[in-house]
């Protein structure tokens, strides 16, 4: 059997044997969200070292756990802490606990992550809803053998975030009377903050965020079928855009800042779409 494949059953095995919680929607927690699991009716939670090989993030800020539970009637499961391609980890691993939700259950996958800001008129502080990525200058999670089990060698990228599930972001963030910015999400290696030529680069490629996670994560998840939606917490203006030199602090910081308003804008989406019961639309 394929190697990542087989850690990938050894894991979903683990969970089995822990927990039983079918979830719909599997929810990404990036900074700045990690204390979302606050909305959530927890019924378990499973760190990500009760799993054998999966495997665990070393920043600072980022926890390591699933947690199983409700927000309002939906089945969720919640990642509080991912794992980033520049922690050293293979791809496929960074991949792994999208796939493994996928495999719990969950059809749809919302990511959130913070990311610095190059659209013109962004500040920090300001939510972008992703409609499109570029995933270029990272390896793809999908490199190697394909995986058949888990879908075809060639996936279609043409509606990589789901257009049904962003028109309800938009009607949630109306309703709560928040400004959302709308852009194409570029993700880099890291961990180093771009330069302002590598900004640049990535105005000119046609970014209006850049960040070092999500990407992959949304090309495994289309790969295996699900439906993807994606929110970034625009924690700094990128480099050379803003005069002030950056600092995972003050990413951390504007990310706190903006919680309460990330917050809601999930709850409000989820609901919308527990409430559409997958006719949403
Ligand atoms: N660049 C890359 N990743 C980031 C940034 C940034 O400016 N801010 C938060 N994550």
């Known amino acids: 059997m394929n190697p990542v494949y087989e850690k990938l059953e050894r894991c979903l095995e683990s969970y089995r044997d822990k927990i039983q919680f079918v979830p719909k929607a599997a929810l990404v927690l990036g900074s700045g969200l990690g204390d979302y699991a606050d909305q959530i009716q927890v019924e378990h939670t499973l760190d990500y070292h009760e799993m054998e090989g999966f495997p665990v993030s070393t920043v600072p800020g980022h926890k390591g756990r699933f947690i199983f539970g409700y927000v309002g009637e939906l089945p969720v499961v919640c990642m509080q802490g991912r794992v980033h391609y520049y ?10 606990p999208i796939r493994l939700m996928k495999l719990m259950g969950a059809e749809i996958l919302f990511l959130t992550n913070a990311a610095g800001g190059i659209q013109a008129g962004m500040q ?21 053998q394909n995986i058949g089990e888990l879908g075809v060698r060639f996936p279609d990228m043409s509606k990589i975030y789901d257009e049904k599930l962003r028109r309800i972001v938009k009607k949630a963030a109306a309703e709560l009377d928040i400004d959302l910015k709308e852009g194409t999400y570029l993700q880099l290696p890291g961990p180093q903050f771009e330069t302002p030529a590598e900004v640049a680069m990535c105005r000119t490629l046609g970014a209006d965020a850049v960040g070092m996670s999500t990407a992959c994560e949304a090309v495994a998840a289309r790969h295996m079928g699900m439906r993807v939606v994606g929110i970034s917490c625009i924690s700094n203006l990128a480099c050379g855009i803003s005069a002030a030199p950056l600092s995972h602090e003050e990413v951390q910081e504007t990310a706190d800042k903006t919680a ?5 804008l999930v709850t409000e989406t989820l609901t919308k779409i527990a409430s559409a019961g997958g006719k949403e639309g």
């Not at 922690?87 to 496929?92: I, P």
């Not at 502080?125 to 995933?135: A, E, R």
């Not at 309460?260 to 809601?264: K, T």
């Open 260 to 264: 309460p308003r990330f917050r809601a």
């Open 124 to 144: 920090a502080g300001d939510l972008m809803l992703i409609k499109d990525q570029i995933s270029s200058f990272v390896p793809s999670p999908l490199r190697g």
């Open 87 to 96: 922690e050293g980890y293979e791809m496929s691993d960074v991949v792994l």
